[in-house]
């Protein structure tokens, strides 16, 4: 069975309205995209560097609670409609292979550069990413980057000396819970940030390991718990031996 539409841009425009900003939007990209609609005009197969995405244009009531704002500051009552980016049953795949998953986020990037949008929203981490930094971060990682994790996970942080992830295990079947050892949040996170990277780059943690931190003595300590679904790491530095 196809997941549902991970990706979705938010406009205030009405439905007509946003489809035809993006017909006439794409039409300028020349050969990079190529469309194809059915003919209500509201759903598309995008081909996208050889690969086909579905994008289909719905309505949008403009409730859309429970979203944790990127870099944005976002009036969702005003919503009228959003677009909706999903893999074409050629590229589905469970669990997704990064390079079709990185399409549709370029996919997404680039429709943001010509549209109006008021969010993007990657559902799996119930994120919702100002627009402007949703195009930069997902860029950079095609190009090469760091994995966007700000735009893509969710980091919480509820009192308790850890930081859990939520959306991770979208990628990988795995969460991570970082202990923080004294960490101010700031210094956890760029630790963090990095095991998430490595996990959403190169697949699933799948034993017991010890890594160089951050810092020349530190070391992160790695290990696995409930069915292998939470990935655990701890922290110390020789110092502490």
């Avoid at 995209?33 to 003919?39: A, E, Q, R, Y």
């Avoid at 919503?79 to 997704?96: G, H, K, M, Y």
């Avoid at 994120?127 to 997902?138: C, K, N, Q, V």
């Avoid at 923080?180 to 760029?190: C, F, I, N, W, Y």
């Amino acid at each position: 069975m196809m997941r549902s539409a991970p990706l979705l841009l938010l406009s205030k425009q009405e439905k007509h309205a946003l489809s035809e900003s993006l017909q006439d939007g794409i039409a300028g990209y020349g050969d990079l995209f190529f469309m194809k609609p059915d003919h209500s005009g509201e759903r598309f197969e995008v081909n996208y560097c050889g690969a086909r995405f579905l994008c289909e244009i719905t309505q949008s009531d403009g409730n859309h609670v429970g979203l944790k704002q990127i870099m944005l500051n976002a009036d969702f009552p005003a919503v009228r409609s959003a677009i909706e980016l999903n893999f074409s049953a050629t590229v589905a795949t469970d669990p997704p292979v990064l390079p079709i998953v990185t399409g549709l986020l370029s996919v997404g990037a680039k429709l943001a550069e010509f549209l109006e949008l008021s969010a993007v929203v990657w559902r799996p981490a119930k994120l919702a990413s100002g627009p402007d930094f949703f195009i930069r971060s997902i860029g950079s990682f095609a190009s090469g980057g760091a994995f966007p994790a700000l735009s893509l996970v969710r980091f919480i942080n509820e009192g308790a000396g850890a930081i859990r992830t939520s959306g991770l295990s979208w990628f990988s079947g795995q969460e991570i819970e970082f202990e923080m050892s004294g960490l101010d949040e700031k210094a956890a996170m760029r630790r963090i940030v990095r095991v998430v990277h490595d996990i959403a780059v190169n697949g699933p943690v799948v034993e017991e390991v010890e890594v160089g931190g951050l810092e020349p003595n530190e070391k992160l300590h790695i290990s696995l718990s409930a069915g292998r679904s939470l990935v655990r790491v701890g922290i110390s530095s020789n110092t502490d031996l």
